[in-house]
């Protein structure tokens, strides 16, 4: 595949968009949107809105790489409305979770309204005949899971011929999942002379097959490395026995004060700390498959409202959350995937504010926190909480010789 790369220098833009001192002028961007996002108080472009946004709006493919956090859809959002405002069609927007539709769909609401243009968020869990009669009203904009949107095209209350703009949003999360297959389906029902831009924090070798094979030419926009973790999240590791970690949840718990993300490996596990944690006084709620999507919406709105202080989470909402002020990630358990790693931190530390992750490791875990540090290039900080025993973080039976947890002389980035 060939590509064109823009460099963290921006020499590819135009000289207003090389700093971000105008704001959202000289991207290209019409006036009736930049009075939008004035009234939404859109006042500086993140770097991903910088770069992204004049070339989209010059109708090229993308596939653009940023860490989570940084704007991706406004990205793709500013410059959909504003082309299909000036040409007939319609957009597409896959997302791999129905809390990231969700949440695009809001994005998109803001902006594409004073238009006169009606989006339609397709996703599994919801009411089918909701989604029909938002269908019947003409949207110009469908936000869909890959899975509900086939359902809709299948039962033809959806045609995809008339796309002119189609987004793939966290694409290697939708491979991650297991969309591969309603992914390949869905690009061979849309029309091949399109504009298709592909965002994603991280680009594997299977997303950048797609790119090969759907997109024309795209444009490589790349701010932070694959793999790179949220540059204003400050990260430690507590190495613990399992049968200490929840000993030492109380503590933290304790010590910081604000709303708390904690991230399970499995939702039975979540549905456990959830109990613990209201045992020990605090308000929390769960997000995992075994959660309706009324009672995933009603969580994450409490969580966000204040309402409850931890939101206990699976991977299944580790891009799926937008909270800005998220005091603490912390991962009861490492993720099955080092990249998870990543795309759970970036969750805290969001729109240029400061975030700590946390993570607890036991004793026999060194192979899963070297993926990690490998992924992040920095070597993780190893902490030990006063008040907890010395012997719950780093003795345990049959440790041994074994143990590779002690802090390393090597510098921070490799």
């Known amino acids: 595949m060939m590509t064109h790369k823009t460099n963290n220098n921006n020499d590819d833009l135009p000289q207003a968009a090389r700093s971000s001192a105008d704001g959202f002028y000289g991207l290209g961007i019409a006036p009736k949107i930049l009075d939008i996002l004035e009234r939404i108080k859109f006042k500086v472009p993140t770097p991903i809105q910088l770069k992204a946004i004049p070339i989209a709006m010059q109708g090229k493919d993308i596939v653009g790489v940023a860490q989570t956090g940084t704007g991706k859809t406004h990205s793709f959002a500013i410059p959909m409305v504003q082309i299909l405002a000036q040409k007939k069609g319609s957009g597409l927007v896959l997302a791999p979770t129905r809390e990231l539709a969700l949440q695009i769909d809001e994005a998109f609401q803001a902006i594409?309204?004073?238009?006169?243009?009606?989006?339609?968020?397709?996703?599994?869990?919801?009411?089918?005949?909701?989604?029909?009669?938002?269908?019947?009203?003409?949207p110009r904009i469908i936000i869909a899971t890959p899975g509900r949107l086939i359902d809709h095209v299948e039962q033809r209350y959806v045609t995809l011929g008339g796309v002119v703009m189609l987004v793939l949003d966290e694409a290697d999360?939708?491979?991650?999942?297991?969309?591969?297959?309603?992914?390949?389906?869905i690009l061979r029902f849309v029309p091949k002379e399109r504009q298709t831009m592909l965002f994603s924090a991280t680009i594997?070798?299977?997303?950048?097959?797609?790119?090969?094979?759907?997109?024309?030419?795209?444009?490589?926009?790349?701010?932070?490395?694959?793999?790179?973790?949220?540059?204003?999240?400050?990260?430690?590791?507590?190495?613990?026995?399992?049968?200490?970690?929840?000993?030492?949840?109380?503590?933290?718990?304790?010590?910081?004060?604000?709303?708390?993300?904690?991230?399970?490996r499995t939702k039975h596990n979540a549905k456990k700390i959830a109990h613990s944690i209201r045992d020990m006084g605090y308000t929390a709620a769960e997000?995992?498959?075994?959660?309706?999507?009324?009672?995933?919406?009603?969580?994450?709105?409490?969580f966000k409202s204040g309402k409850y202080k931890v939101l206990v989470a699976t991977d299944i909402a580790a891009r799926g959350i937008d909270v800005t002020g998220?005091?603490?990630?912390?991962n009861y358990d490492l993720p099955d995937d080092a990249q998870n790693y990543v795309h759970r931190i970036g969750r805290t530390g969001r729109a240029g504010h400061k975030g700590h992750a946390i993570s607890f490791a036991t004793p026999d875990q060194s192979s899963d926190v070297r993926s990690i540090e490998k992924l992040i290039r920095a070597t993780l900080p190893i902490a030990k909480h006063p008040e907890i025993p010395q012997e719950q973080f780093d003795k345990s039976p049959g440790l041994g010789k074994s143990y590779h947890f002690a802090p390393r002389r090597r510098h921070g980035r490799r």
Do not use: N, W
């Open 326 to 330: 998220i005091e603490l990630v912390l």
């Open 173 to 185: 999360r939708m491979l991650d999942m297991g969309f591969a297959p309603q992914v390949d389906k």
């Open 112 to 138: 594409a309204r004073p238009f006169g243009m009606k989006t339609a968020c397709l996703i599994g869990g919801a009411s089918m005949h909701e989604q029909i009669q938002a269908l019947r009203r003409g």
């Open 287 to 302: 997000m995992h498959s075994d959660r309706s999507l009324g009672q995933r919406r009603e969580a994450l709105g409490g």
């Open 204 to 264: 594997p070798r299977e997303v950048m097959a797609i790119a090969a094979k759907y997109m024309k030419l795209p444009m490589s926009i790349e701010i932070a490395p694959s793999g790179t973790a949220a540059e204003h999240v400050t990260q430690e590791l507590f190495v613990v026995r399992k049968d200490a970690k929840s000993q030492l949840l109380r503590k933290l718990l304790a010590q910081y004060h604000g709303a708390v993300l904690l991230f399970s």
